[in-house]
């Protein structure tokens, strides 16, 4: 069974920084692609960023603009979130994704963690 377990939300200040674990369970994932979204209060979810698990081809939305690097760990079948220079706006329940293909569509990823809330106050 695929579990992912997303950890490291929280409370900061903007202009901070903040560093969300997606740990992977269940399968080999040296052939998915893993994203990350996020999603607002009333608000829909959208697409943050995403990488390829092998190849390390990544994207990643146009807000971000050079302030969030997603990486991985394989050893520990983990991938990372590191988010810098945050905004209020980037206020959000982060999830973790994973898919077969590499995109920015939701609908494309097949498993999704519970979230994880990060909270940037002004």
Not at 10 to 33: D, E, K
Not at 66 to 71: H, V
Not at 76 to 97: F, G, H, I, R
């Amino acid at each position: 069974q695929v579990q992912l377990v997303e950890s490291g939300g929280g409370l900061v200040q903007a202009g901070g920084s903040l560093r969300l674990s997606c740990a992977a369970s269940g399968r080999t994932f040296s052939s998915y692609a893993m994203g990350w979204f996020r999603q607002a209060p009333g608000k829909e979810r959208e697409f943050v960023a995403a990488r390829s698990w092998s190849d390390g081809i990544s994207y990643y939305r146009e807000f971000v603009n050079g302030r969030f690097t997603i990486s991985r760990d394989g050893a520990k079948n983990t991938v990372y979130l590191q988010m810098n220079s945050l905004k209020p706006e980037d206020t959000a329940v982060y999830y973790c994704a994973a898919g077969i293909h590499l995109s920015r569509l939701a609908s494309e990823y097949d498993y999704w963690g519970q979230g994880t809330q990060v909270t940037v106050s002004s």
